[in-house]
Nanobody
Framework: VQLQASGGGLVQAGGSLRLSCAAS????????MGWYRQVPGKQRELVAG???????SYADSVKGRFTISRDNAKNTVNLQMNNLKPEDTGVYYC???????????????WGQGTQVTVSS
């Protein structure tokens, strides 16, 4: 299973970016997809998560500004980031605990990371 992330880049404060992540390979089920971010010197932070059924979750710092969505048929997850702030700067990683077969437990997979830089 591979996760391919895209999007990111450099934007001014108040701007918007959209991240996308596509899972491919042998996939039976992906119960949860989402995004973490990593800032140098800090622990990796959970930004948002979305189950295949149920309620999305967000870090308090991004509520009202970020929106996560997924396409279960395409095994993709998107993160729309609006009203970006300099403190949103970091490397964003998509993740997906993936069940590769009906009789296997999920394994965790990560995307390669994409840089988001917000200038003040």
């Amino acid at each position: 299973v591979q996760l391919q992330a895209s999007g990111g880049g450099l934007v001014q404060a108040g701007g918007s970016l959209r991240l996308s992540c596509a899972a491919s390979g042998r996939i039976f089920s992906i119960n949860l997809m989402g995004w973490y971010r990593q800032v140098p010197g800090k622990q990796r932070e959970l930004v948002a998560g979305i189950p295949n059924i149920g309620t999305t979750s967000y870090a308090d710092s991004v509520k009202g500004r970020f929106t996560i969505s997924r396409d279960n048929a395409k095994n993709t997850v998107n993160l729309q980031m609006n009203n970006l702030k300099p403190e949103d700067t970091g490397v964003y990683y998509c993740y997906a605990p993936t069940q590769r077969d009906w009789n296997r437990s999920p394994d965790m997979y990560w995307g390669q990371g994409t840089q988001v830089t917000v200038s003040s």
